[in-house]
């Protein structure tokens, strides 16, 4: 079974929503089903990016697991490169700089911010977790597999149609 998950982390101070307690959300979708798995943390590290990383592995206990990030210095810190040897059936890939356009995960942080933080003040880290907690539950119970690109436009019935008569 292959497994990709489009994974980044995001800092829960989006500017519509007040934070008083600064807060990092890791998260990754399941591409083939769009179920996805979050995590909040204190800081932005390669010791939470590990934990992290534990939580799709425990989830899929078989077959390789393919996950697409971004460049952060914590996805490819030497400890992690050395918790990822110990851990073979993950198989880390990085979007080129510059490229955020091709990660699926993007759209996804999109109606995850809308759900879970916008116009939200949080007082302490215990309510960016809940909320957090309940805006990924509510994005599972509708997710849908995860395609890069546009549908094709549906073909239009009521086409105007011209005849010129000499």
């Not at 007040?18 to 089903?33: C, E, F, K, N």
């Not at 534990?54 to 918790?83: F, Y």
């Not at 700089?97 to 003040?121: D, K, T």
């Amino acid at each position: 079974m292959l497994l990709r998950l489009m994974v980044r982390d995001h800092r829960s101070s989006v500017p519509r929503c007040r934070v008083l307690a600064p807060h990092r959300v890791y998260g990754a979708i399941r591409v083939r089903d769009g179920q996805a798995v979050t995590l909040t943390a204190s800081s932005r590290n390669s010791l939470y990016y590990q934990r992290f990383l534990e939580m799709p592995e425990q989830a899929n206990p078989v077959g390789d697991i393919h996950v697409i990030t971004d460049n952060l210095s914590s996805h490819n810190s030497k400890s992690t490169r050395e918790w990822l040897l110990d851990h073979p059936r993950i198989k880390h890939a990085f979007i080129p700089v510059g490229a955020c356009r091709l990660n699926l995960q993007e759209p996804w942080w999109r109606l995850f911010r809308r759900e879970a933080l916008a116009g939200q003040s949080f007082a302490d880290p215990n309510e960016i977790d809940h909320a957090t907690r309940q805006a990924t539950a509510a994005l599972n119970a509708r997710a849908r597999p995860w395609v890069w690109g546009r549908p094709a436009p549906k073909p239009r019935k009521l086409r105007r149609r011209f005849i010129y008569h000499l």
